[in-house]
């Protein structure tokens, strides 16, 4: 089973940029879609999603045009990229697998604390 892991969280002022990663354990995600998704005050939102052979790549309303996600097949890594960080972008971070970005994930990260301060 794939184990996912988070990092890249902290703190950051209004403004900033962070660059999450996530990475495996106990196989590849090569083959797996991974999407970024935020738990915040407004609740549970999907950010992004990057598919597995195509790279291609899906993007929420509020992530698009200020965060980028790319894949890494050699590190087994893939990042989420935030840039112009509000403090409503505060939260926890995780990713997910899936076998396509349209379907539900079956694998979670334990999750990136990210705060923004204004």
């Known amino acids: 089973q794939v184990q996912l892991v988070e990092s890249g969280g902290g703190l950051v002022h209004a403004g900033g940029s962070l660059r999450l990663s996530c990475s495996a354990s106990?196989?590849?995600?090569?083959?797996?879609?991974i999407g970024w998704i935020r738990q915040g005050s407004r609740g549970r939102e999907g950010l992004s999603c990057i598919n597995a052979h195509d790279g291609r790549t899906t993007y929420s309303n509020s992530a698009q045009g200020r965060f980028t996600t790319s894949r890494d097949n050699a590190k087994n890594t893939v990042y989420l990229e935030m840039n112009s960080l509000k403090p409503e972008d505060t939260g926890v971070y995780y990713c997910?697998?899936?076998?396509?970005?349209?379907?539900?994930?079956?694998?979670w990260g334990q999750g990136t604390q990210v705060t923004v301060s204004s």
């Open positions: 106990g196989g590849s995600l090569n083959n797996y879609a």
């Open positions: 997910a697998a899936s076998p396509l970005c349209a379907y539900d994930y079956d694998f």
